[in-house]
């Protein structure tokens, strides 16, 4: 093939398709991913809080410290408001400026010598002798797809899709302060937030406040966070008469890894494969995981003869098994009084905990 031609393409350079190109990258592979936004930092669908295994055990980990805020304990709020502070030795989140971060991961895969194509879009894709042929790009070896829950990818290569989603909304309130800004304030609503919760953090550039709820096509509802803010704002800390800055929306996959993330070298990654906690959807440590491990596997086939990158991708996916069983208790609790009055139980703390501190291969 001409030297041109790229081993592997990758669509969408969000974190499981950076990780992804620069494991392959590394390895020696020409690799060109397709980003549409023609700025990485724009019109973000995550609220991008690393957790302690991101932030030690990859490349997340060098995220300069001026992009990142630790913080070290979260507050469960019950509807009633009554709240319980919950907190492990060593454990930590950050939070982050997270335009900044995908700007300074666009410069990393640049750096490791992948050709990022900024306001480039996947259009359509087939199959060739050689692997795919991808509009606008020419053929590849290998294709992944890392274009979020709504994959084009996995459509026209025939993939799986995620089945269930969440719908959230998040304001970004620019240069404030929370009365209490070291920890993650998570707020449990049936009224608001049916199937997920509200959230409010403080990250580097000032407050970040979120609402997500369970999505249903057939009757789909806007997460009003405005009432919701009003609800739990002075309980979070939020300073009154705030105006947000820029706001994020978007759907959440929550229903674990999609059936049939891939085949015939086209592989899912990210929030296309399913990767996200179905009761956190808590997503950056896995797909960055996830991606990464693609990346290599790819390079180990292309250069080594290693496995098939197909199979390596299927079972490196996590399983989510408890949280997937956390997932169908909480949905089938239709009220918000078994809430306030466990809160503060041995038992719900245990569950809480195993949700939000470590035990992430559960």
């Given at each position: 093939m001409?030297?041109?031609?790229?081993?592997?393409?990758?669509?969408?350079?969000?974190f499981a398709?950076?990780a992804?190109?620069i494991?392959?990258?590394?390895?020696?592979?020409?690799?060109?991913?397709l980003?549409?936004?023609?700025?990485?930092?724009?019109?973000l669908?995550?609220?991008?809080?690393?957790?302690?295994?991101?932030?030690?055990?990859?490349?997340?980990?060098?995220?300069?410290?001026?992009?990142?805020r630790?913080?070290?304990?979260?507050?469960?709020?019950?509807?009633?408001?009554?709240q319980?502070a919950?907190a492990?030795?060593?454990?930590y989140?950050?939070?982050?400026?997270?335009?900044?971060?995908?700007?300074?991961l666009?410069?990393?895969m640049?750096t490791?010598?992948?050709?990022?194509?900024?306001?480039?879009?996947?259009?359509?894709?087939?199959?060739?002798?050689?692997?795919?042929?991808?509009?606008?790009?020419?053929?590849?070896?290998?294709?992944v797809?890392?274009?979020?829950?709504?994959?084009?990818v996995?459509?026209?290569?025939?993939?799986?899709?995620?089945?269930?989603?969440?719908?959230?909304?998040?304001?970004?309130?620019?240069?404030?302060?929370?009365?209490?800004p070291?920890?993650?304030?998570?707020?449990?609503?049936?009224?608001?937030?049916?199937?997920?919760i509200?959230w409010?953090?403080?990250?580097?550039?000032?407050i970040?406040?979120?609402?997500?709820?369970?999505?249903?096509?057939?009757?789909?509802r806007?997460?009003?966070?405005?009432?919701?803010?009003?609800?739990?704002?002075?309980?979070?800390?939020?300073?009154r008469?705030?105006?947000?800055?820029?706001?994020?929306?978007?759907?959440?996959p929550?229903?674990?890894?999609?059936f049939d993330l891939?085949?015939?070298?086209?592989?899912?990654?990210?929030?296309?494969?399913?990767?996200?906690?179905?009761?956190?959807?808590?997503?950056?440590h896995?797909?960055?995981?996830?991606?990464?491990?693609?990346?290599?596997?790819i390079?180990a086939?292309?250069?080594?003869?290693?496995?098939?990158?197909e199979?390596?991708?299927?079972?490196?996916?996590?399983?989510?098994?408890?949280?997937?069983?956390?997932?169908?208790?909480?949905?089938r609790m239709?009220?918000?009084?078994?809430?306030?009055?466990?809160?503060?139980?041995?038992?719900?703390?245990?569950?809480?905990?195993?949700?939000?501190?470590h035990?992430?291969?559960?």
């Amino acid at each position: 093939m001409p030297a041109s031609t790229p081993d592997l393409i990758v669509v969408g350079a969000s974190f499981a398709g950076a990780a992804c190109a620069i494991a392959a990258a590394q390895r020696g592979l020409h690799v060109c991913v397709l980003e549409r936004k023609h700025d990485p930092g724009e019109k973000l669908h995550t609220t991008g809080i690393i957790v302690k295994e991101a932030a030690e055990q990859t490349l997340l980990g060098r995220v300069p410290a001026t992009m990142v805020r630790r913080v070290e304990q979260v507050r469960l709020y019950a509807p009633s408001l009554k709240q319980v502070a919950l907190a492990a030795p060593g454990y930590y989140f950050l939070t982050t400026d997270t335009p900044a971060v995908m700007r300074w991961l666009a410069t990393q895969m640049r750096t490791n010598g992948v050709d990022l194509r900024l306001g480039s879009a996947f259009t359509s894709c087939e199959r060739s002798t050689e692997g795919w042929r991808v509009d606008g790009v020419g053929h590849a070896r290998y294709l992944v797809g890392a274009d979020g829950a709504r994959s084009r990818v996995a459509r026209h290569c025939g993939l799986g899709g995620v089945r269930q989603f969440l719908y959230g909304i998040e304001y970004e309130f620019p240069g404030a302060r929370l009365a209490h800004p070291d920890a993650l304030h998570c707020f449990i609503s049936r009224r608001h937030a049916p199937g997920y919760i509200g959230w409010i953090a403080q990250n580097p550039t000032g407050i970040q406040a979120g609402l997500a709820l369970r999505h249903d096509p057939a009757r789909a509802r806007v997460p009003d966070i405005d009432d919701f803010l009003l609800r739990v704002g002075q309980a979070g800390g939020l300073p009154r008469l705030l105006r947000p800055g820029t706001t994020r929306a978007g759907l959440i996959p929550c229903s674990g890894p999609v059936f049939d993330l891939a085949r015939d070298r086209a592989i899912l990654v990210g929030d296309a494969a399913g990767v996200v906690s179905p009761v956190t959807a808590g997503g950056i440590h896995s797909a960055w995981e996830h991606g990464w491990t693609v990346g290599r596997a790819i390079a180990a086939r292309l250069r080594d003869g290693g496995p098939e990158p197909e199979q390596v991708a299927i079972d490196a996916a996590p399983r989510f098994r408890f949280k997937r069983a956390l997932r169908w208790a909480y949905d089938r609790m239709p009220f918000d009084w078994p809430f306030d009055l466990l809160l503060q139980t041995p038992p719900l703390r245990w569950a809480a905990e195993q949700v939000y501190f470590h035990k992430r291969g559960s």
